[in-house]
């Protein structure tokens, strides 16, 4: 029996950002917790080992707390990904259990646990003795295959009347890409120390509200306090894996270029031909990225041109 387990909340069949690194910081053992755990087991695939699945509707992380907490007692060290599921069940889970709580975890090593501090600008080492619940940053990895064992193993738990109370679910909305995780958005556009102010930012925000991205930036722009360092792209701030992202006036040190994870499309504008950025990208524009966000964002202010019928575009 694997001395540590993760579990990962599922909704509708989809894994939250992060599932992988809990797994495989979990040595693959893993509960699936939700409701469409058959389709989410199948997205894991080979990256577990020991896979229990617990189909349960809704999400209610203070009634799932009690039974939970009886499943995962054997293990020494219960892991979850540092979602906004995740980070809502795991201190449930911790009080539940009657253990100390480890949030945002980005290393762990015999007994050390390294969390991020400040908006990650420093990090810091908790010694753990016993067991205990943690978080991981939900950071791209590589998948690690395992043997499998017998297959999903569907559990059962029971749900006790009574117990803690759940938050009432009154309206969901479409995520805010100004606020959204880095890590979870599709779309990223950056800014580095090419661009020549924060008013350049606010207007490479709107750019990137226009197109559906998030906006991230270098260590040298949080450092000047343009951006928050949460929006701080890299080794040293956040790891992503984007299926587009957009440079602008980033030369590409490695420890940026190393937390990009593998987009799909780089765009890169930078009036430096040969630096790393542009010898990255897909789509390659010489030219001063100061000057290309105001033009994106004029066209983007633009109404849409009307067609021979007098329809737009």
């Known amino acids: 029996m694997p001395d540590a387990l993760a579990i990962v ?3 509708s069949g989809v894994l939250p950002s992060g599932s992988l690194r809990a797994v495989a910081a979990a040595g693959g053992a893993a509960l699936l917790v939700g409701d469409g755990t058959d389709e989410a087991a199948a997205h894991l695939g080979a990256s577990a080992s020991d896979l229990w699945v617990w189909e349960t509707s809704g999400f209610s992380p203070g009634r799932w707390a009690a039974p939970l907490a009886e499943f995962v007692e054997r293990f020494d060290a219960v892991i979850l990904p540092g979602s906004p599921d995740g980070r809502d069940l795991a201190p449930r889970l911790a009080a539940e259990l009657g253990r100390p709580l480890v949030a945002g975890v980005v290393e762990h090593d015999d007994g050390v646990l390294t969390v991020s501090a400040w908006g990650g600008s420093v990090m810091v080492d908790v ?3 016993g067991p205990v619940v943690w978080t991981v940053q939900p950071v791209a990895v590589t998948a690690e295959s395992h043997e ?3 297959g999903p193993q569907p559990v059962d738990l029971e749900i006790r009347t009574g117990g803690a109370r759940d938050a009432v679910t009154v309206e969901v909305l479409a995520p805010d890409l100004s606020t959204m995780d880095l890590v979870e958005a599709p779309r990223l556009v950056g800014g580095g120390a090419g661009l020549d102010g924060p008013g350049r930012f606010e207007q490479l925000a709107a750019v990137a509200g226009r197109i559906g991205a998030a906006m991230g930036a270098t260590r040298v722009v949080t450092d000047r306090g343009w951006l928050a360092h949460e929006r701080q792209i890299g ?3 956040v790891v992503v894996d984007p299926a587009l992202y957009l440079a602008f006036g980033i030369s590409g040190a490695v420890q940026h270029t190393a937390g990009l994870g593998d987009p ?5 504008i930078n009036t430096e031909p040969h630096c790393p950025m542009m010898s990255m990208a897909d789509v390659a524009i010489v030219a001063d990225a100061n000057e290309t966000i105001a033009e994106l964002a004029r066209l983007l202010d633009e ?3 009307a067609d021979s019928t007098g329809a737009t575009a």
Request: aromatic share 0%; glycine share 10%; hydrophobic share 25%.
């Open 148 to 150: 499998h064992g017998t």
């Open 303 to 305: 109404p849409a041109p």
């Open 127 to 129: 010694p753990v003795e």
């Open 264 to 268: 799909d499309h780089i765009i890169s």
């Open 235 to 237: 080794t040293t701030g």
């Open 9 to 11: 909340c599922v909704r």
